[in-house]
């Protein structure tokens, strides 16, 4: 279900869109991996990303959860093509605490202009991985959005 | 189906409770109405909420309609009920550009144990409002989670 | 948010596509309304529809929400295109019991190629409705699929 | 994240509440695995079940899907528990044609009340599997309701 990239340079354009978001630099997120049809983000937990009770807040979660699913779509398009999410459905399952959390964002279909992914967020303290979130979303292939990117 | 706030100083406690919430003051989202069943969140849009293409970041959106109905549901809930969230998806409309965002999030069904809320999110530019996004998710009651709160 | 229909005969286009749905027949719903950017199907509750506590089965409700959430999206498309599926989460409310169930969809936002559309699903009983099920969607435009259809 | 089953005798307990489900017997569903965590439904694709283009009606898609995973979910509960949807999303992959349908649905995380599964359903032809749909949802646990079921 997994196509060949048709972009040779997949990963260095990935890693040049991701460091164009800013918002992902204000939350303080990373991008370790970036293979085809996968990506992983980081997120080093701090206090500046808390809820009321001292956790992770969902939206930066949900934000490292879109991010690296829509990445990992993009990994499978064109040189010239943007990806724009179209819908995100996140299931919380464990409250996100611990050092940091991982967001594994992997291609489950890729059609000609949609592509469906999931993302499993665990949290990780003491090299154990717990599972936080899983979110499963859309996103659309837009052709030439992206043209004369560097 | 909104039943009345079982505790007269619902609008205190949530603000208190948006207070709290660290990740809300990263992104610069404020509080802005707290009635029965109803909250409005307002986010103004700057540079450091950015995705590749300048637009606000799909998450921070996200936040602010979580948030909105996540507290839109504790109008309702007693005074020592914490809330959390159990999902919630987000279908984007339209981009997000303009002036800033406001999310309004608003209970659809109040259950014993969950409540089903929609949050609206819209741009705002010279004016004119245009939805963005449209949420709708599950959120549960933890019976004296926010117990001993001020 | 909704434009014109730009079919002027989408009504019947609508209703000649809805009796090819076999599976509509099967449970036994009907179409009711069909208006740009609405479309209304009922469902008579009985014993054949039922999960293991009597109720109608969350299954024929998604059905009967997706149905009209498609033809919704399907009255603001071209004569010659098709409707499909590319989402649609359901948040159930309350038990599906009562003489009829009633799906109501309405489109939020019609796009060039996805439209998102909301269902309400109520309950009817002795005259009373009751909420039972709250659904949002995406729907893809698919031209030329429906070409030569009568 | 798997627990042990609580009920030595969860599977007989699941067959006898599909057994109860008239509207898998309506659509010609039938349960063909149960085990802790995981339960699969096969649909034989016949035209009773169509829409308007002659593939599978995505309702019964979402029917079998829904219904695998809550009764994964309830193989992991006590015996008087009862298994209530409280919300579920599908992503429709590829257009459901073939000879059958198998829903495969599988805990993710089993938490005190609330259980979130996985379901990836398939179209079967030739002996070759196409995924068809993969949907995530949340299921309550409904402690006593179903005392007294043989």
Known sequence: MIRPPRDPDFAQRVRATFARQAFMRL???ELVTVAPGEVAIVLPI??????????????A???????ASGFAAQTLMGPEDGVLTVELKINLLAPARGERLIAR?????????LTVCRSDVVA?????????ALAVGTFMTMPGLDAAQP
């Not at 500046?48 to 807040?57: M, R, V």
């Not at 979660?61 to 991010?67: G, S």
């Not at 964002?105 to 202009?113: D, F, H, L, P, Q």
């Not at 990780?124 to 936080?132: F, K, L, Q, S, Y």
């Open 105 to 113: 964002g992997r291609v489950e279909r890729a059609g000609r202009s």
């Open 46 to 59: 701090r206090a500046g990303l808390a809820q009321q009770h001292g956790y992770c807040h969902a939206g």
């Open 27 to 29: 939350i303080g997120a």
């Open 61 to 67: 979660t949900w934000a490292i959860a879109d991010t």
């Open 124 to 132: 990780v303290a003491g090299g154990v991985e717990t599972p936080v």
